[in-house]
């Protein structure tokens, strides 16, 4: 009997239900399944497997980040057959099906796994109804009921591919590639935290705590019944669209405030670089090395050096110490209430159907 471990990541359940189709397909045709879900502290097995299966929700062009992490401490293998599933946010827009686009991330995972000597000879897409509630009205129950069949029959595809050992390879092209892989590893960095830190519940958060209980990877921590965002969060969206009250927010008041901040802050250090560097370093030296450090590319060096030093300061000084601040406000009832005002709060909420949000699958 051949032996299968899929290893999956899941937001609001749309990857999970496509690994229980893949499961049941499999099963059905005699092969050995392991599951395993990614989340937080759980890391891969150490025992031999003829085949590999990898399923994830694609974040801004990639992978989540704890997804990754999880592949890269995988064991060597012998050269085990491996298929990728990425799973698709998709909409209509004027009554046209738009799907999501998956840029470089299949490519991604597959270059990850291959470095593990994973024989990768399939990678494949499929489309579910979009869950990115923070930028993005989720479908309507007619939308989702007319996608929810597409995205399945492209997993039931994606299993048989598998099961004939069909060899197809999804390919972006370099260029899509370059922009997409760039964009993905800016949101990994910093896009993905800094969205979580937009986050807030507002007076209807009657403080059930599933959105910490069921955050797959432990970004989100109680204090006097009052869910906090740390620094982890993967955006994955689960907690605003399984909150039982849908109190759970993106603050446009908080949004305006640390954008105007981190904007400003940044854009005085900037100036600050270009106009006191150049005194400074004609300043400090003299003979020789005064005409080496005073070059333009010499300079110009310096200048990039410390705007990239003084971006990352401040971002951290704006997501750490003035959220802070801005959380202990929070405690004010009137101030909360305020927070609380977002363009979410009419926003739909979406989770696959069947979708157990306290185990995750």
């Given amino acids: 009997m051949k032996k299968v471990i899929i290893h999956y990541f899941t937001g609001t359940g749309n990857t999970a239900h496509s690994v229980k189709i893949i499961s049941a397909k499999l ?11 990614v989340i937080k502290d759980v890391l891969p097995p150490e025992e031999s497997y003829d085949y590999h299966i990898v399923a994830f929700p694609v974040l801004s062009w990639s992978a989540p980040v704890i997804m990754k992490r999880y592949l890269h401490r995988m064991p060597v293998s012998n050269g085990a057959g491996t298929a990728v599933l990425a799973v698709n946010g998709t909409i ?4 046209n099906l738009v799907k999501g686009y998956t840029g470089q991330a299949l490519e991604q995972v597959e270059n990850i796994l291959r470095k593990k000597n994973y024989n990768v000879f399939l990678s494949a897409n499929a489309s579910f109804p979009d869950n ?3 930028a993005t009205n989720p479908p309507d129950k007619k939308d989702t009921e007319a996608i929810f069949p597409l995205g399945e029959a492209e997993v039931l595809c994606f299993a048989e ?9 999804y390919r972006c092209g370099r260029f899509n590639r370059m922009w997409s892989g760039s964009i993905a590893a800016l ?12 986050y807030v519940a507002d007076e209807n958060c009657n403080g059930c705590s599933l959105c910490a209980k069921s955050c797959p990877v432990h970004a989100i921590k109680m204090s006097h019944k009052k869910p906090h ?7 994955c969206n689960r907690c605003i669209n399984i909150c039982p009250e849908r109190s759970i927010q993106v603050s446009g008041p908080l949004l305006i405030m640390q954008l105007v901040i981190n904007t400003g802050l940044i854009i005085w250090a900037i100036l600050a670089i270009l106009k006191y560097v150049p005194l400074w370093l004609a300043g400090e030296t003299s003979g020789w090395l005064n005409t080496l450090l ?4 010499f300079i110009l060096t310096a200048e990039i050096i410390l705007i990239t030093i003084a971006t990352f300061f401040i971002h951290w000084l704006s997501f750490v110490p003035i959220d802070a601040f801005f959380r202990l406000l929070m405690w004010i009832p009137g101030v909360r209430r305020y927070f609380g005002r977002s363009y979410t709060k009419n926003y739909r909420r979406y989770m696959a159907p069947g979708f157990n949000v306290k185990q995750g699958c």
Avoid at 189 to 195: M, T
Avoid at 294 to 297: F, H, W
């Fill in 161 to 169: 591919n598998f099961m004939d050992e069909k060899r197809e390879l």
């Fill in 187 to 198: 949101f990994g960095f910093i896009g993905r935290r800094a969205l979580g830190k937009f």
């Fill in 294 to 297: 005073s070059g333009s590319a």
């Fill in 132 to 134: 990115w509630t923070q």
């Fill in 27 to 37: 099963q059905a045709k005699g092969y050995d399944v392991d599951v395993r879900q």
């Fill in 229 to 235: 965002w740390n620094f982890s969060c993967e955006d």
């Fill in 92 to 95: 209509f827009h004027k009554g």
